[in-house]
C-alpha cells in the first residue's frame, strides 16, 4: 500500500487558515500559488494555464517546487498546493498532464467540469488527494462514487462556472449525507464568511474573485479595478459564452460591447445570432468572471496582506 504524500489531517496541519484559493483561467501563476502557500493556504492553478506558456506545466510544478522548498528551507511555513484539471472530454490534454502531476505528485488535484472518471485511482497511487467541483446532490454523489477525498460545493453566488443552489441548502444536505471533506465555494471574500462556512458545516472555503483583486493576480488593472467597482448586482450568470452558464461581470460584458439584457438566461438553449464564432466576445479574457461576493472586495492587497486580514477576521469574528 502506497504511504499517503498527505490526507485531510496533514492538509489542515499544513494550513493557516481553511482557505483554497481557487484555479482561476489566466488569473493564476506561479507568483500567485507561492504567495497563498506562503501564506498559509492553498494556491492552486488550472493545468490549462501552464499549457498556454513555453515552459508547460512540468515547467510551472518545477517552479513551484523549487520556489516552495527554498521558502521551507529558510524555516518558512508553507502550505500544500494544488492543480486543477478539467475533466471534459474535450480536453485533449487530460491524460498528458495526469501523468506530469503523477510524476511531480502534486498533493491536491482538483477536477471540474465532467466526471473525475478514474483520476483518484491514479492520484491515489502516488498519495495525493482529489477534491471535485459539484454543483448539486446528483454530482456529488457521482464523483463519491468514484473515490475522491472531497466535494468542492460551488454554489450560487460563486464565479466561473457556478451552481444556483444555496449554500445553507446544499451544504447541510451534503454534509448529512457524505462523511469526507467538503469546501464552500460562492461570494466568499472575508475571514467573517469562511467562519460561516465552517459553522455551516464545510471544512474549507473556495476563494476565487477576492484572489483575483491581488497584487500577485495575473489580471490587468482595469479587471481589477472592475471587481472593486462592482456590486453583487453587477455579476451577469449567463451561458452565452461558454456554453455553460457561468457569473460574469457586468461591466465587462457592456464594455464588449453586449447588451446583457440581450443574453441567454440559464436553461436557455438558443444562441444569440452570431455571423461568426470570432464575433462571440471571448470568456475570461474579454468577458471577466468574477462572484458575487465583489460587493465586498475594496482594494488590492498583496496576498500576505490580504490573508492577514483574513486571519483577523475569521479568529475574531464573534
Same mark, same amino acid.
Given at each position: 500500500?502506497?504511504?499517503?504524500?498527505? +490526507?485531510?489531517?496533514i492538509? *489542515? !496541519?499544513?494550513?493557516? #487558515?481553511?482557505?483554497?484559493?481557487? =484555479?482561476?483561467? &489566466?488569473? %493564476?501563476?506561479p507568483?500567485?500559488?507561492?504567495?497563498?502557500?506562503?501564506?498559509?493556504?492553498?494556491?492552486?492553478?488550472?493545468?490549462?494555464?501552464?499549457?498556454?506558456?513555453?515552459?508547460?506545466?512540468?515547467?510551472?510544478?518545477?517552479?513551484?517546487?523549487?520556489?516552495?522548498?527554498?521558502?521551507?528551507?529558510?524555516?518558512?511555513?508553507?502550505?500544500?498546493?494544488?492543480?486543477?484539471?478539467i475533466?471534459?472530454?474535450? +480536453?485533449?490534454?487530460?491524460? *498528458? !498532464?495526469?501523468?506530469? #502531476?503523477?510524476?511531480?505528485?502534486? =498533493?491536491?488535484? &482538483?477536477? %471540474?467540469?465532467?466526471?473525475?472518471?478514474d483520476?483518484?485511482?491514479?492520484?491515489?497511487?502516488?498519495g495525493?488527494?482529489?477534491?471535485?467541483?459539484?454543483?448539486?446532490?446528483?454530482?456529488?454523489?457521482?464523483?463519491?462514487?468514484?473515490?475522491?477525498?472531497?466535494l468542492?460545493?460551488?454554489?450560487?453566488?460563486?464565479?466561473?462556472?457556478?451552481?444556483?443552489?444555496n449554500?445553507?441548502?446544499?451544504?447541510?444536505?451534503?454534509?448529512?449525507?457524505?462523511?469526507?471533506?467538503?469546501?464552500?465555494?460562492?461570494?466568499?471574500?472575508?475571514?467573517?464568511?469562511?467562519?460561516a462556512?465552517?459553522?455551516?458545516?464545510?471544512?474549507?472555503?473556495?476563494m476565487?474573485?477576492?484572489?483575483?483583486?491581488t497584487?500577485?493576480?495575473?489580471?490587468?488593472?482595469?479587471?481589477?479595478?472592475?471587481?472593486?467597482?462592482?456590486?453583487?448586482?453587477?455579476?451577469?450568470?449567463?451561458?452565452?459564452?461558454?456554453?455553460?452558464?457561468?457569473?460574469?461581470?457586468?461591466?465587462?460584458?457592456?464594455?464588449?460591447?453586449?447588451?446583457?439584457?440581450?443574453l441567454?438566461?440559464?436553461?436557455?438553449?438558443?444562441?444569440?445570432?452570431?455571423?461568426?464564432?470570432?464575433?462571440?466576445?471571448?470568456?475570461?479574457?474579454?468577458?471577466?468572471?468574477a462572484g458575487?461576493?465583489?460587493?465586498?472586495?475594496?482594494?488590492?492587497?498583496?496576498?500576505?496582506?490580504?490573508?492577514?486580514?483574513?486571519?483577523?477576521?475569521?479568529?475574531?469574528?464573534?
Amino acid at each position: 500500500m502506497v504511504k499517503p504524500l498527505i +490526507n485531510i489531517e496533514i492538509l *489542515r !496541519d499544513q494550513m493557516a #487558515l481553511p482557505i483554497i484559493v481557487a =484555479p482561476m483561467y &489566466i488569473v %493564476s501563476e506561479p507568483r500567485l500559488v507561492v504567495a497563498a502557500c506562503q501564506a498559509g493556504i492553498v494556491g492552486s492553478f488550472p493545468a490549462a494555464n501552464a499549457n498556454h506558456t513555453k515552459v508547460g506545466l512540468d515547467g510551472w510544478l518545477s517552479e513551484i517546487e523549487g520556489r516552495t522548498a527554498l521558502l521551507r528551507s529558510n524555516g518558512a511555513f508553507i502550505a500544500p498546493f494544488g492543480v486543477n484539471l478539467i475533466v471534459h472530454k474535450s +480536453n485533449d490534454n487530460l491524460n *498528458r !498532464d495526469l501523468g506530469i #502531476l503523477a510524476e511531480h505528485r502534486v =498533493p491536491l488535484v &482538483i477536477t %471540474s467540469v465532467g466526471a473525475p472518471g478514474d483520476i483518484a485511482k491514479t492520484v491515489h497511487e502516488y498519495g495525493g488527494l482529489v477534491f471535485h467541483d459539484v454543483t448539486n446532490m446528483r454530482h456529488a454523489r457521482k464523483a463519491v462514487d468514484s473515490g475522491v477525498d472531497g466535494l468542492i460545493l460551488v454554489c450560487a453566488g460563486a464565479g466561473g462556472h457556478a451552481g444556483t443552489i444555496n449554500p445553507f441548502a446544499l451544504v447541510p444536505e451534503a454534509r448529512a449525507e457524505f462523511d469526507l471533506p467538503l469546501v464552500l465555494s460562492g461570494a466568499i471574500s472575508s475571514g467573517q464568511s469562511v467562519r460561516a462556512a465552517r459553522v455551516l458545516g464545510a471544512d474549507f472555503a473556495y476563494m476565487g474573485t477576492r484572489f483575483i483583486a491581488t497584487e500577485e493576480a495575473n489580471a490587468e488593472d482595469d479587471y481589477k479595478r472592475m471587481i472593486i467597482a462592482s456590486g453583487a448586482s453587477d455579476i451577469t450568470y449567463t451561458p452565452e459564452f461558454s456554453g455553460i452558464p457561468a457569473s460574469y461581470l457586468t461591466k465587462s460584458i457592456e464594455a464588449s460591447g453586449v447588451d446583457p439584457a440581450d443574453l441567454l438566461l440559464a436553461g436557455q438553449k438558443a444562441n444569440r445570432d452570431y455571423q461568426t464564432e470570432q464575433e462571440r466576445p471571448k470568456a475570461w479574457s474579454v468577458i471577466k468572471s468574477a462572484g458575487q461576493g465583489v460587493g465586498s472586495i475594496f482594494d488590492a492587497p498583496s496576498v500576505d496582506t490580504l490573508t492577514s486580514r483574513l486571519k483577523a477576521e475569521y479568529f475574531f469574528t464573534r
